[in-house]
């Protein structure tokens, strides 16, 4: 079984900055794709950044250029670095692992953005 740990959410001005983290835990596991998604309000959960095992990644339309993933060295932990930050990005951040055909769901972490 694998668990995710979520930390970084909070309140910041629109232009601002934040860093999203997320921990996973478990036993031999080997992520084939792990990323950041969000579910603004009225709309569907979208995908934000994706890196797979080989390193591939993906960025939505809506944050390229602002929003920087990342992983460490280990693939246990992934971030996502948010910059230039403007009140419609504020959502519920999630983060997702998939593991050949298992995927996992973080808690989910707060980014609020005013204006």
């Known amino acids: 079984q694998v668990q995710l740990v979520e930390s970084g959410g909070g309140l910041v001005q629109a232009g601002g900055s934040l860093r999203l983290s997320c921990a996973a835990s478990g036993r031999g596991f080997i992520p084939h794709v792990q990323g950041w998604y969000r579910q603004v309000r009225g709309k569907q959960r979208e995908a934000v950044a994706t890196?797979?095992?080989?390193?591939?990644?993906n960025y939505a339309d809506s944050v390229k250029g602002r929003f920087t993933i990342s992983r460490d060295n280990d693939k246990s932990t992934v971030h996502l670095q948010m910059n230039s930050l403007k009140p419609e990005d504020t959502a519920p951040y999630y983060c997702y692992l998939r593991v050949a055909r298992s995927e996992y769901w973080g808690q989910g972490t707060q980014v609020t953005v005013s204006s």
């Open positions: 890196i797979t095992r080989g390193g591939e990644i």
